[in-house]
């Protein structure tokens, strides 16, 4: 791994005031159960998923609730036991407010699970093995955009890809998931990010962090140290630093042209949750069921860092952390 001596940078961008500091210090803790989760078919980018239980069903946590209907679509899983109550339109996560399909689970508290999927050695394994267990565990893009993970994988047919780019900048106010989880779970991380290369057949990966997380920044430099064609870099505290192309251009100095991707430099992005993500359905067979999120802001009188099941309503969160 390379040492940290340069800052990378992007022209223009603003320094919004961060906000963090009553969350950064917070270690991560698992939310509590709510009284009900819903979860929308349509949690990523494409068609919406399929639900093969229906109401009245006893589900237990880590069972298909969902299947992909099409080529871009994500498979769902049960993210706790409990008893579906009904499957029909309930407002989405979504800006327009309007309802979507949705599947809405009573927890019955008994955390009751279903066999894993037996872990994979991801080194002795072929891509399409790993390609194939991620896309059975639904895993989706956990910076935001909420791309299917095994559909961006499957990219590496049809681009020349050379760079594995983890994004950990978190640009935004308030947000200190991404900086928890590289502190507290740097190793897993960086194990995903490894079986993320070897599934795509690249070279290099390069990890960004902003610099204003130097706890982040050591703990993924110890992490990191014994590997290979692994830099850990520093760039600079700007927004929006972790916008996918803002972020490829500070860090290789390559534009990515009007109307495409970095993916048609080489270069592909994926988030560090996703990374984590990937090291925990391919090392012991556990699909995506709860992501880690921040609650905070200045009518919170607890703020937190929490991980949270999927589907679990944000009046309950905020509730909890005394809003």
């Known amino acids: 791994m390379n040492a940290m001596l340069k800052l990378f940078s992007i022209r223009g961008g603003i320094h919004p005031e961060g906000r963090k500091q009553r969350t950064a210090s917070l270690p991560i803790e698992k939310a509590p159960l709510p009284p009900m989760l819903y979860l929308p078919m349509r949690q990523h980018v494409g068609v919406p998923s399929e639900p093969v239980v229906t109401a009245g069903d006893h589900v237990k946590a880590g069972q298909l609730v969902g299947i992909c209907s099409k080529d871009i679509s994500a498979m769902m899983h049960a993210p706790t036991s409990g008893e ?10 979504h800006p327009s407010g309007l309802p979507g399909l ?13 066999p894993l999927l037996p872990p994979l050695d991801p080194f002795l394994s072929e891509a399409e093995s790993i390609a194939e267990r991620i896309a059975a565990a639904g895993i989706v893009g956990m910076g935001g955009a909420v791309f299917p993970a095994a559909e961006k994988l499957e990219l590496r047919s049809i681009y020349d890809l050379h760079t594995l780019v983890i994004n950990g900048a978190e640009c935004e106010p308030y947000l200190t998931t991404d900086d928890r989880l590289m502190r507290e779970r740097a190793e897993a991380i960086i194990d995903g990010a490894r079986i993320i290369r070897h599934t795509l057949g690249v070279k290099t990966i390069i990890i960004a962090i902003e610099a204003n997380k130097p706890e982040a920044l050591a703990a993924m430099a110890a992490a990191a140290r014994d590997f290979l064609n692994l830099e850990i870099r520093p760039v600079a505290v700007r927004y929006p630093m972790g916008s996918e192309k803002h972020l490829v251009q500070a860090l290789t100095g390559l534009e990515t042209p009007a109307g495409q991707l970095p993916v048609a430099l080489g270069v592909l992005v994926h988030n560090v949750a996703t990374a984590h993500a990937v090291h ?23 703020p937190a860092n929490l991980e949270v099941l999927i589907g679990t309503p944000i009046r309950h969160l905020v509730e909890i952390c005394g809003g």
Not at 84 to 93: E, L, S, Y
Not at 102 to 114: A, F, M, N, Y
Not at 280 to 302: D, Q
Request: with cysteine; net charge positive.
């Open 84 to 93: 579906v109550v009904d499957i029909g339109p309930h407002v989405a996560p």
């Open 280 to 302: 925990e359905v391919v090392r012991f067979g556990k699909p995506l069921t709860s992501r880690i999120i921040t609650v905070s802001g200045g009518a919170i009188r607890h």
């Open 102 to 114: 949705t599947l809405s689970i009573r927890p019955d508290g008994k955390e009751e699970c279903v």
